[in-house]
C-alpha cells in the first residue's frame, strides 16, 4: 500500500511537490482545506505522515503552525527547503488586460505585491491554497480570473502562464517540516537537527542563560521564535531549532534545559535538510 501523506491544499499546490520531492512519486495524498485538517488527519490516522510550511523567506514564520505541532503533539521528523516560483496563470488565449482578478493564498499575493502595483486594475483575493482557482479556473472555463501558483499547478490545470517568476524577492524560500505521531524515525547517529520548545520565568537574563547552554553544548541555533501564551498576558514560549554534530551533545543540552525552563518539550529530531 502507498504512503499516505496529509498535505495542506490541493494537487498542484506547494505542499504536493514537497510531499513528492521528499518522499516519491508513489505516494498517495489526502488533500486537507486547513493545516488544521492537516494535523486532524494524522492523529485520526486517515495518514502517516504529513508535510506543513513553516516559515517563509519573505514572509517570515506561519506562527499558527508552530502553535499547531506543539498543542497536538506532533513530532518534526525531517525538513525541506522549496525554491517558491509564483507565475500569473490564467485560461489560455487572454492578456493581462483582461484579467479582472488574481486569486491566490494570502502569502502568495503578499510576495508579489510589487509586480501587481502596476496592474492597478486587477483585484487582488484572498484564496486558501495557490492552486485552488488554477483548478477552478479549468473546471468553470473561467475567464478574466487568474491564478497566481507553481508551473506545476499550470501543467496540472492545463493553464497558461502570461507572467513569469512575479514574485518581488527571486531567492524565494519556504521551509516545510515533515510530521509524524511519534518520532521513531531514523537512528541517533544520523540526527544533527533538533527543534525544541520551552518557557521561561520572568526573571532577568533567563533567557541569556539558555543560549549559553546551547553554545557550551556546541549546539548552533539557527532559528528562535517567540509565541505568546494566551493563557498568561504578556508571557512567551520560544521555540528553537538547533544543528549538531554528535546527538550527546544534544543529550546534554536537553538535561540541562529541563532543569532550567518550564514545559521543556522536544518536537523533533532529524536530519537538517541541505
Known amino acids: ?24 512519486e508513489s505516494i498517495q495524498l489526502h488533500e486537507c482545506s486547513s493545516f488544521k485538517e492537516v494535523v486532524m488527519s494524522l492523529k485520526r490516522n486517515q495518514s502517516e505522515k504529513a508535510v506543513m510550511a513553516i516559515e517563509n523567506s519573505i514572509a517570515g514564520a506561519i506562527l499558527p ?17 522549496l525554491d517558491i516560483d509564483m507565475n500569473l496563470m490564467v485560461y489560455p488565449n487572454q492578456k493581462i488586460e483582461d ?37 477552478r479556473i479549468q473546471e468553470g472555463l473561467i475567464k478574466n480570473i487568474g491564478a497566481l501558483a507553481s508551473p506545476v499547478a499550470a501543467r496540472t490545470y492545463d493553464l497558461e502562464i502570461i507572467a513569469k517568476s512575479v514574485h518581488t524577492v527571486k531567492s524565494n524560500k519556504t521551509r516545510f517540516v515533515i510530521l509524524k505521531k511519534s518520532n521513531k524515525e ?11 520548545k520551552f518557557e ?37 514560549a520560544f521555540f528553537v531549532d538547533v544543528i549538531f554534530e554528535k546527538h550527546k551533545h544534544f543529550e546534554k543540552a536537553t538535561k540541562i534545559l529541563q532543569l ?14 541541505n
Open 1 to 24: 500500500m502507498n504512503l499516505k501523506i496529509a498535505i495542506q491544499g490541493i494537487q498542484g499546490s506547494f505542499h504536493h511537490q514537497v510531499a513528492h520531492q521528499y518522499f516519491d
Open 65 to 81: 503552525n508552530y502553535a499547531l505541532i506543539d498543542k497536538n503533539d506532533l513530532h518534526i521528523i525531517g525538513e525541506f527547503y
Open 99 to 135: 484579467i479582472t482578478e488574481v486569486h491566490s493564498h494570502p502569502i502568495a499575493l503578499l510576495q508579489c505585491a510589487d509586480f501587481f502595483n502596476q496592474y492597478p486594475h486587477i483585484k487582488l483575493v484572498e484564496s486558501s491554497d495557490t492552486a485552488i482557482t488554477a483548478k
Open 186 to 196: 531514523i537512528p541517533k547517529e544520523l540526527i544533527n537537527k533538533a527543534s525544541i
Open 200 to 236: 521561561l520565568e520572568d526573571n532577568p537574563g533567563a533567557l541569556a542563560t539558555v543560549l549559553n547552554v546551547l553554545n557550551n553544548s556546541k549546539l548552533n541555533l539557527t532559528k528562535i521564535q517567540s509565541l505568546p501564551i494566551i493563557e498568561t498576558p504578556f508571557a512567551y
Open 260 to 273: 532550567m525552563t518550564t514545559h521543556f518539550k522536544v518536537l523533533g529530531q532529524y536530519q537538517r535538510a
